[in-house]
């Protein structure tokens, strides 16, 4: 773990933030505070509303840190934790959302380097049904800093169909 987040509240807009602080073992690293910046505009860039919004980065004593939207939901894995055989609609409802935000992310030249369930926060949309929001803006990186073979993901068995697990 390279950071720690706070529910914070903003001084003048007095609105509900998420405060991430990347953690003071981490800090020195060579490039980590570079990286987190950098992480940080690739974010912005990125409307998606399945994308959670950067408002603000910067240090406060000598910690980098980024202001965030706040989420009211769960991550996927504690969802699947919890329902390990999640309908087929269900999925395909979630993974099409992910995918929009993945997909403008590409147009704009940009990866996500660390997808899996907990990256994905599920809130409820304006309509009542799960609504996928990417919580993790520090995972969105440029394609040409990320490796072809960070890009190869395979599904966990939990979000696989049954046939799939068994072979």
């Given at each position: 773990m390279h950071g720690v987040a706070y529910a914070a509240r903003h001084r003048a807009l007095?609105?509900?933030?998420?405060l991430k602080f990347l953690l003071p073992a981490v800090v020195d690293s060579?490039?980590?505070?570079d990286r987190f910046l950098h992480e940080a505009r690739a974010g912005t860039r990125?409307?998606?509303?399945?994308v959670a919004r950067v408002y603000d980065v910067g240090t406060a004593s000598v910690l980098p840190f980024m202001v965030m939207e706040h989420l009211v939901g769960r991550d996927l894995a504690a969802?699947?934790?919890?329902?390990?055989?999640m309908?087929?609609?269900?999925?395909?409802?979630?993974l099409l959302q992910a995918c929009e935000a993945i997909n403008e992310a590409h147009a704009l030249g940009i990866v996500h380097r660390d997808l899996k369930p907990a990256n994905l926060f599920v809130t409820?949309?304006?309509?009542g049904r799960p609504f996928v929001r990417g919580q993790r803006a520090?995972?969105?990186?440029l394609r040409a800093d990320c490796p072809a073979p960070a890009l190869e993901t395979a599904l966990p068995p939990r979000v696989m169909q049954p046939a799939a697990r068994a072979a």
């Open positions: 007095g609105e509900l933030v998420a060579p490039g980590v505070a990125i409307k998606s509303p399945h969802i699947l934790d919890e329902q390990p055989e309908g087929v609609t269900e999925s395909a409802d979630l409820t949309g304006t309509d520090q995972a969105w990186g």
